[in-house]
Structure formats: C-alpha cells, structure tokens
C-alpha cells in the first residue's frame, strides 16, 4: 500500500464549527488531491496541490480551503462547516515519475450535524 | 468539459459469468484512462492506466482495452472475491495531473 494516512478516520461536528482534516504521505510524492465522494456523484475534486505551498482549485472549492507547509502534510478545512460537507474525503498524492497514477488513502467519513 | 459515463450501473454476475463494464469518455486530449477498484469503506485501488487506443492491460481475471472514445473492463469467470464498485477516470493533456471520474459500476459476483 502506498504510504498514505488521514486523520481523523471519522468525525462528527456541528454546523459553523471550523474542521481540519489531516492527509500525510511517506512516498515524497510531489502531488496531492482531496477529493469528497458522494452517493451519485463519484468522487469530485476540491482542491489539489503540486507542491510546498503551491495549491489549487478543484471543480468543488467552495466552503474548503487547503495548506501545503512540507512535502508530506495536505491539510483540508472547512471554515464553517456545512450540513452539505457531509461526506467521505479521500486524499490522494501521485508522483512526476512514471504514469502519473493517483493512490489514494483510507478516507475520513465527516458527518456535519 | 471532460466528462466519463460508466455503465451499467449496477451488475450482478454468476461465479464464472464473464461479462464487461463500459467507461465512455469525452475530454479535450487524452493523456490518461485509469481504472479503480473501491471495495466498502475503503480507498479506491489503482488497477491499470491506458494511454492510446489499442492499448490493453491484464492483470488476473481482469483485462482493460480502450477505443478512442470508451474503455471496457473484462472480467473472465469472476469470483466473489471481485465484488466491488470499478472506477473509471481520465487524465486530460495540460499538465495539471487532476482526475476526471465516473460514478462507477458496482459489480456483485455471487456464488
């Protein structure tokens, strides 16, 4: 398995309370993702990041921020969150070398009451 | 707009029925076609990576093909232990690495 862990694995939370979520990797892989995974959606990016401090937008950025202070830490927060955030969150990292194939973590389940 | 159907939706198979799971795709350069395994409660596995048309990959009782306009997901005599949801996703040209995804197929193989 590719060296990737989140934290927390699960979390309940209420509306307007601030959430970070943890994604660290052992790969030193470059790129990483968060991705949300929701019934009849698939799995959405929300943002993504290819390298220290440089982050991006994803198709679903709103409500999410994200920092990127070394190379093997992708943190995601939501600054006030939401009952829609609910959802399974998915970090992703995949290197410049080779095919460019994402590998993905185990997932943290949030749940925004 | 990049965009991936994966079809059908849901699919139930026999042990040692082989049948296909279809992923059409539209995106503006194809850098990438990948294929994912998600069991419950689990991250998705990375299963194989296609780049042109032509091209196949195989690995055990699965084997991915890819047109210029689909991929097909092979399964030979599946058994229950192949049962999860297949992902489909594409790479646009453009460097920025990001993902496009289905919905996926789940699949049920019973015994």
């Known amino acids: 398995d590719a060296g990737i862990t989140q934290s927390p694995r699960h979390k309940v939370t209420e509306t307007g309370t601030p959430v970070t979520l943890r994604c660290h990797q052992t790969e030193n892989h470059r790129y990483m993702y968060w991705y949300r995974q929701d019934p009849g959606h698939g799995l959405r990016l929300i943002h993504y990041?290819?390298?220290?401090?440089?982050?991006d937008k994803g198709e679903v950025s709103d409500g999410y921020s994200v920092s990127r202070s070394k190379t093997e830490d992708f943190l995601l927060t939501l600054e006030s969150a939401t009952s829609s955030q609910t959802s399974v969150y998915f970090c992703a990292i995949a290197s410049t070398i080779g095919y460019n194939e994402q590998f993905f973590g185990p997932g943290t389940r949030l749940t925004v009451l | 707009e990049d965009q991936v159907t994966q079809s059908p939706e849901a699919l139930r198979l026999q042990e040692g029925e082989s049948s296909s799971l279809n992923c059409s795709y539209t995106?503006?350069?194809?850098?990438?076609l990948f294929w994912y395994r998600q069991d419950p409660g689990k991250g998705p596995e990375f299963l194989f990576t296609?780049?042109?048309a032509g091209e196949e990959k195989e690995k055990e009782r699965l084997k991915a093909t890819l047109t210029k306009k689909e991929s097909f997901l092979h399964i030979t005599a599946p058994k229950p232990e192949d049962s999860a949801t297949y992902l489909c996703a594409v790479q646009a040209q453009g460097g920025s690495e990001k993902l496009v995804f289905g919905k996926g197929t789940k699949l049920t193989v019973n015994p």
């Open positions: 995106v503006s350069g194809l850098r990438g």
């Open positions: 296609l780049y042109s």
């Open positions: 990041s290819y390298g220290v401090k440089d982050t």
